[in-house]
């Protein structure tokens, strides 16, 4: 692969894409941002070197832009809530409407997958999208100072296990346990969502469990956690958060790690 020095981000909505951006420029890589509207946050323009504005459902617009800035190499990041997908079926343009016509499900493995082929036969590929970030990933260990008790460590063993089937399968990344029974399990509505839920179904105490898929494809799609996950483990009086070690983006580290401890939270990658 040719050394990068010029890159496109499609960048969705949270944190993720302001990190990718801000680590690209500093590895002195020129950045052209694809922002989707309602979805990404403004401050990317203050760090690509140009950014156009799209609505979901735009494909054409997003690779003609990509072809006339001579982008041969992007990266995806940050989410795009299905659920507003799904509303704006109408709104998709030919070429959106092209690329999920012929797939067998609207899974979001298929769906990004169908994306990335697409894009490439334009000539643009699709880079891992922790390629500037990979020392935002923990190594397995306690993140915080406190670490799980036994209990907690019990949880953790039995909610990977699940996480794991659940990736597989393509329908969430994270569960959430208390005393080895499941609580809730990600799915459409995203990670934060079914944490707060666990916390009005179990109370305090749950753990929280968030893996990579067993073949994840890091083009897409990867784990993240930030300070929004901290505030909904707050919220839902959880315990832990434990996190697949070297497979999880962690935002914010610093940040992370000092509000997990002021509330008593115990962060650790196993």
């Known amino acids: 692969m040719d050394k990068i020095d010029r890159i496109g981000l499609i960048a969705g909505s949270g944190r993720f894409p302001i990190f990718v951006a801000e680590a690209a ?16 946050e403004k401050k990317i323009e203050d760090i690509a070197d140009k950014t156009y504005w799209v609505r979901i459902g735009e494909a054409k617009k997003i690779i003609d832009t990509l072809k006339s800035e001579n982008i041969r190499y992007a990266i995806m990041a940050g989410k795009v809530n299905k659920s507003t997908l799904i509303k704006n079926a109408l709104r998709l ?12 499900d609207k899974k979001d493995d298929t769906i990004l997958s169908a994306i990335a082929n697409r894009l490439k036969d334009f000539n643009i590929e699709l880079m891992d999208s922790t390629l500037f970030l990979k020392e935002m990933m923990p190594s397995r260990g306690a993140l915080t100072k406190r670490k799980p008790d036994k209990r907690e460590l019990e949880d953790i063993d039995f909610g990977f296990k699940i996480a794991k089937d659940m990736g597989s399968l393509d329908i969430g990344q994270s569960v959430i346990v208390k005393d080895k029974a499941v609580i809730s399990v990600e799915a459409i509505e995203g990670t934060d969502a079914a944490i707060r839920r666990a916390g009005e179904l179990a109370g305090k105490g ?62 650790v990658a196993v």
Do not use: C, W
């Open 93 to 104: 343009d030919e070429e959106a409407k092209r690329v999920l016509k012929n797939i067998m």
């Open 206 to 267: 749950a753990v929280v469990v968030k893996v990579s898929k067993p073949k994840q494809d890091m083009r897409f799609d990867v784990p993240v956690v930030g300070l929004h996950t901290i505030d909904s483990l707050k919220a839902a009086k959880a315990s832990v958060l434990a996190i697949e070690a070297d497979k999880v983006l962690v935002l914010d580290k610093e940040s992370v790690i000092r509000e997990a401890e002021k509330a008593g939270l115990s962060i």
């Open 25 to 40: 420029k500093a590895n002195n890589v020129a950045l052209i941002a694809i922002a989707l509207e309602s979805e990404s």
